[in-house]
């Protein structure tokens, strides 16, 4: 069985930064691809960045140059690396790590950003 906890998030003020983590659990699980989404009140959930098995990045546009995806393939985690933050960053991420088989979610975790 596979559990995911995140950690991380937290109340900080505009052009800070916050990292998040999202380790899984289980001697033999490995993950290949890895996302992070979020979700603000009112609004659709949006893919903020993913991270291949190779090591390949996708961001979403609005995040680019401020957020950093990166793994550690030996702790089994994913980490997002948040800076300059905006109000608009402000939602619950949560990550969803990929096995050969199917996705997991982790529990979600908030993110605010005060003006």
């Known amino acids: 069985q596979v559990q995911l906890v995140e950690s991380g998030g937290g109340l900080v003020q505009t052009g800070g930064s916050l990292r998040l983590s999202c380790a899984a659990s289980?001697?033999?699980?490995?993950?290949?691809?890895a996302e992070w989404y979020r979700q603000a009140p009112g609004k659709q959930r949006e893919l903020v960045a993913s991270?291949?098995?190779?090591?390949?990045?996708f961001y979403l546009d609005s995040v680019k140059g401020r957020f950093t995806i990166s793994r550690d393939n030996a702790k089994n985690t994913v980490y997002l690396q948040m800076s300059s933050l905006k109000p608009e960053d402000t939602a619950v991420y949560v990550c969803?790590?990929?096995?050969?088989?199917?996705?997991?979610w982790g529990q979600g975790t908030q993110v605010t950003v005060s003006s």
């Open positions: 969803n790590l990929h096995d050969r088989w199917r996705g997991y």
């Open positions: 289980g001697s033999t699980f490995s993950f290949n691809v």
């Open positions: 991270i291949s098995s190779g090591g390949s990045t």
